[in-house]
């Protein structure tokens, strides 16, 4: 059976890729530590590739990255967001899937590694139990369990997270470019999401978050705002630095101050904000 190798190095990812065969499938998932949905794909594709036999070249190669360390990687193969896999045969990308859809996964690799003749061995009945589990997704009630779950932990993956529209060095949205740009001016530290890159959570975190745009800036797993009340508090404090209870703070004041939101009303439509 197949196993899953941790890649980390360039080194390392430069021998790998050298030593398959032109016809091997390499699956290359990437993840991220504080990222909770990658561990539910790691389990995924681990049980995955225990179902693929290991031959002699390999057939199918399964490997997984940590997108951080080895972002050229992640530049190379434009991963926006994890987990992010990407299926590849003879350095050809044949297919990404973004995000922790189980059955999506599955299917894709199935599809390429078929087309291969690297047909999956017969499904133990362990492999067979955990994919069922992944796959109970399907069912809406326990969908929206699991993704209020995964939204919860996404939440509190950092500090301070950005949920946002394309990434910080590449904001999809003039609303999300502004957000950025005051992060960095005021040198925060913080953790980003790409929900253009996953529609799940673009959707879902609105009613999880009871805010209906993006960006959303969240502090210790709680919501401040979007980019109104975020630039309206680094005006009003000229914050610099990274402690991210600042935001809290602020985020206690205006809703201990009725007058707040009014004044920054008129101030906000006076200015005015760019479209996305
Ligand atoms: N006034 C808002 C502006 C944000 C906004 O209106 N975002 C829109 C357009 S980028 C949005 O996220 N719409 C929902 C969506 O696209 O899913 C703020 O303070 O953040």
Known sequence: MSTMKEITSLAAWEQHVSSLAPSTLLIISFHAPWAAPCAQM??????????????EPPTTSWVSVNAEDLSELSEQYDVTAVPFLVLSRGGKVLETVSGSSAVKVRNAIEKHATSSGAAPAAVNGGADTEMKEAEEEQDPEKAKEELFKRLGELVKAAPVMLFMKGTPSSPQCGF?????????????????FNILADDEVRQGLKEYADWPTYPQLWVDGELVGGLDIVSHSF???????TNAWFLL????????????????????????????
């Open 42 to 55: 790691s389990t995924v594709l681990k049980t995955l590739a225990t179902e693929y036999p290991a031959t």
């Open 176 to 192: 999300s470019r502004q957000m950025v740009a005051i992060l960095r001016e005021n040198a925060v530290k913080y953790g980003f």
């Open 235 to 241: 005006v009003k404090y000229s914050f610099h630095s």
């Open 249 to 276: 703070q602020v985020k206690e004041e205006m809703e201990n101050n009725e007058d707040f939101f009014k004044a920054y009303s008129v101030k906000s439509s006076g200015e005015g904000v760019a479209a996305s």
